[in-house]
T-cell receptor, first 114, second 112 residues
């Protein structure tokens, strides 16, 4: 179903801690984006990386940061975790299809903050 | 509220029936996409319709787009139990990047 892999699949942290989520994007896809999906909601755009540079950011505070590596894999880091950060974090790589960017999502990392 | 709001929030039908989901959005778009998500897993791209298209088909899926009303609909014909999932529309806000704005989704349940 997907060429995007994410790790870990589940994790539990406590308020104030830091977390790093990882993503290996699909071969040949040089753009990666991260989305946060709270329970019962649609995904919300966090940011996008292209050629190792942040290239677009949603309405998320600076404690959400990321990296993209030369092999197009990526990390999402969240500092000073808050209870509201509990969500499914989705990584997606994009391909250009019919004049549009179509996203291929990973299965997500479910973060619970206690 | 998010651009790309789906209606209804939840839909329950019997196998073999058709399912129609609607989506409204607020800004201009280059294209609109529909994605499917099975119980909290990753989303899967279903179909894309460009702003200059009015209708598109893919297998049992039919998508319509009305840019004057800023709305789209997804029709799944002859539904199957395996179609049970959440369905989201996503718009690009007129940009060319991979930043999509998703609605809150329609939870479709197809009963055998």
């Amino acid at each position: 179903e997907t060429g995007v892999t994410q790790s870990p699949t589940h994790l539990i942290k406590t308020r104030g801690q830091q977390v790093t989520l990882r993503c290996s994007s699909q071969s040949g896809h040089n753009t990666v984006s991260w989305y946060q999906q709270a329970l019962g909601q649609g995904p919300q755009f966090i940011f996008q990386y292209y050629r190792e540079e942040e290239n677009g950011r949603g309405n998320f505070p600076p404690r959400f940061s990321g990296l993209q590596f030369p092999n197009y894999s990526s990390e999402l880091n969240v500092n000073a975790l808050e209870l509201d950060d509990s969500a499914l974090y989705l990584c997606a790589s994009s391909r250009f299809l019919s004049g549009a960017n179509v996203l291929t999502f990973g299965a997500g990392s479910r973060l619970t903050v206690l | 509220s998010q651009q790309g709001e789906e209606d209804p929030q939840a839909l329950s039908i019997q196998e073999g029936e058709n399912a129609t989901m609607n989506c409204s959005y607020k800004t201009s778009i280059n294209n609109l996409q529909w994605y499917r998500q099975n119980s909290g897993r990753g989303l899967v791209h279903l179909i894309l319709i460009r702003s200059n298209e009015r209708e598109k088909h893919s297998g049992r899926l039919r998508v319509t787009l009305d840019t004057s009303k800023k709305s789209s609909s997804l029709l799944i014909t002859a539904s199957r139990a395996a179609d049970t999932a959440s369905y989201f529309c996503a718009t690009d806000g007129g940009t060319s990047g991979s930043r999509l704005t998703f609605g809150e989704g329609t939870q479709l349940t197809v009963n055998p």
